[in-house]
């Protein structure tokens, strides 16, 4: 008869979860018993971390993952994290250690209070199971629920006496079970959304995250091209959903209502796939869409359409709804316009401009690199600047949690070991996940990390201008070393303050396959 731990295990290897992200306590030192040989254990030195890695990795490479954190502390420690992951519908598997049950009523020791409680509102579903019995029958449903479109992480509550005991006979057919779930739209959806199009004169296609996610970027690109209309990425896209390089492609929405409702001024019909309506950020007063303008709204996400202030929505799985709109829409006869926008020249300053950086960085990145994006007053000269061809070359934090890009590149990169991986983040972002560095070195994840080190929170200084709140006395982060600190870590560390040094201190990098961290000092962005 097989244990709770031994049949969990076997359902984790039967869905593709033989990676366990995880920094592990007292309360799940029993599940690590035994460790099988071909699971691997990733250790993340703070809980922060650990959710982070997991996201990444799960958003590159489609699959589901198994985070292991310690009881009440550990989850509190990993949830701005999972504000991230609850945002870009990562299927996380969050488990946490509970104290033994025969104690659990009495509150000892690292008992996780109403376990089912703290990670909510960020989860689809959050369980502890009522007996050890009960353990696989959760995981697996906890599997199936975070997979479901809209994914999302959920989380469950393990007591650590429950992995030794013997699992139920029938729980074995856990193992090989299936949950399918794809939703087209129907035929009389499908019809009017098409009806709308064709009869529509200038139409224009916002597109969000979840295009990427479901690997859906050339049906976007053949709808653009049928359609002959622009195509922008949804404000604060946390991945991009559409080549930024292509003629149609204007670039990324900004995030306040007027200012929204103007760049889509001249058109009669938008059509959002795969995004919020929309992920605004500063308040600005306005009309929610330009007048005259309709809007159809495809998403996989019931909370996504329910909440959304104007247009129709229609809820379907985004590759199939993309691949029915493809066949179903009438090809424009026009030519196809060029809707790209040239980014300005730079000259050379010292320290470079980050317009500059990205410029080099494009420059000397092979082809399908994937960036991870955490400089955040510089996100607009990024999307400019940078080439994110293929499906997957760009990854943000989903809810503005600081803290992602670190440990999402290392992530990222252990799933696309094909792909260079660079993170450029700024000199605040830098230190709230910064542990992730130990973990690339240890596990020899060959990431390079591009610290832009303008000594200021340059985001907040420009919210602070939006907001007229004038000057306030959290803006600096001078005097930090980061060469130290990578090094500190175990990851070999560069400085760079001239494209030519940037390009070097990359092609050294590179030649030695490890991690790299290269800090580069910077003015702020061109606003
Ligand atoms: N804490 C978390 C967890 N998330 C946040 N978004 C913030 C605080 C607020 N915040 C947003 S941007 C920012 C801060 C503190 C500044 C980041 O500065 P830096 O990384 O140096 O990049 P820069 O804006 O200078 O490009």
Same mark, same amino acid.
């Given at each position: ?17 033989? =990676?366990?992200?995880?920094?592990? #306590? ?9 460790? $099988? ?32 954190? &310690? ?7 990993? !949830? ?12 996380? =598997? ?5 104290? &033994? ?14 376990? *089912? ?26 599997? &199936? ?58 139409? @224009? ?54 200012? =929204? ?8 019909? =938008? ?25 159809? &709204? ?27 709109? @493809? ?15 040239? $980014? ?7 320290? !470079?401009?980050?317009? *500059?950086?990205? %410029? ?5 990145? $092979? ?53 260079? @991986? ?29 610290? !832009? ?17 004038? %000057?306030?006395?959290?803006?600096? @982060? ?11 870590? #175990? ?37």
């Amino acid at each position: 008869m097989n244990t709770v731990q031994q049949t969990t295990y076997d359902i984790l290897r039967s869905n593709g979860m033989n =990676i366990i992200f995880g920094n592990p #306590g007292s309360n799940e030192l029993p599940f690590l018993k035994n460790f $099988p040989e071909d699971f691997t254990y990733v250790l993340g030195l703070q809980e922060a971390t650990v959710l982070g890695i997991a996201d990444g990795y799960s958003q590159a490479s489609g699959k589901p993952a198994l985070v292991n954190l &310690h009881s009440a502390a550990g989850t509190g420690n990993a !949830m701005g994290a999972l504000a991230n992951a609850w945002n870009s519908h990562s299927p996380l =598997i969050v488990t946490a250690g509970q104290q &033994h049950r025969a104690m659990v009523s009495v509150e000892p020791y690292l008992t996780n209070i109403d376990a *089912t409680l703290l990670p909510r509102p960020l989860v689809k579903w959050s369980y502890e199971p009522s007996t050890a019995q009960e353990v696989p029958y959760s995981i697996s449903r906890a599997i &199936h629920t975070a997979m479901s479109e809209a994914k999302g992480p959920v989380y469950v509550s393990i007591p650590y006496n429950d992995w030794a005991q013997e699992a139920e006979q029938q729980s074995q057919s856990l193992i090989s079970r299936k949950v399918t779930s794809r939703r087209a739209l129907d035929t009389d959806s499908l019809d009017s959304i098409a009806t709308a199009i064709s009869s529509a004169q200038n139409p @224009v296609m916002v597109l969000g995250s979840d295009v990427d996610a479901d690997d859906a970027n050339d049906l976007a690109v053949q709808l653009a091209e049928k359609l002959k209309c622009p195509v922008w990425a949804a404000p604060s896209t946390p991945r991009c959903p559409f080549p930024n390089r292509h003629r149609s492609f204007k670039g990324l929405l900004t995030s306040g209502i007027n200012s =929204i409702s103007e760049q889509l001024q001249a058109h009669d019909l =938008i059509l959002v796939i795969g995004a919020p309506v929309f992920r605004y950020h500063q308040y600005e007063a306005g009309e929610y869409l330009p007048a005259n303008a309709k809007l159809i &709204h495809i998403t996989c996400d019931i909370n996504e359409a329910s909440r959304a202030p104007a247009g129709d929505a229609w809820v379907a799985d985004i590759k199939p709804a993309l691949q029915q709109l @493809v066949t179903a829409v009438e090809e424009k006869t026009t030519a196809l316009p060029d809707f790209r926008n040239s $980014p300005l020249q730079m000259g050379l300053t010292s320290p !470079m401009r980050p317009e *500059t950086v990205f %410029d080099t960085l494009n420059w000397a990145a $092979p082809e399908n690199s994937i960036f991870v994006n955490e400089s955040t007053s510089t996100t607009a000269a990024m999307w400019e600047r940078l080439t994110f061809a293929g499906q997957g070359s760009y990854y943000y934090a989903a809810a503005g949690g600081l803290g992602f890009a670190m440990p999402a590149g290392v992530g990222i990169q252990m799933a696309r070991p094909d792909r260079q @991986v660079f993170v450029v983040i700024g000199d605040g972002s830098s230190n709230y996940s910064i542990q992730a560095l130990w973990t690339a070195a240890q596990y020899s994840v060959p990431v390079i990390f591009i610290v !832009m080190k303008n000594g200021t929170y340059g985001a907040l200084r420009w919210f602070a201008s939006v907001l007229e709140v004038g %000057d306030i006395p959290a803006f600096d @982060v001078p005097d930090i070393n980061f060469s130290k600190l990578a090094e500190g870590y #175990g990851v070999q560390a560069f400085s760079a303050g001239t494209p030519n040094e940037l390009e070097q201190a990359i092609a050294s990098a590179r030649r030695t396959g490890k991690p790299a961290l290269i800090e580069v000092e910077t003015w702020g962005a061109l606003q």
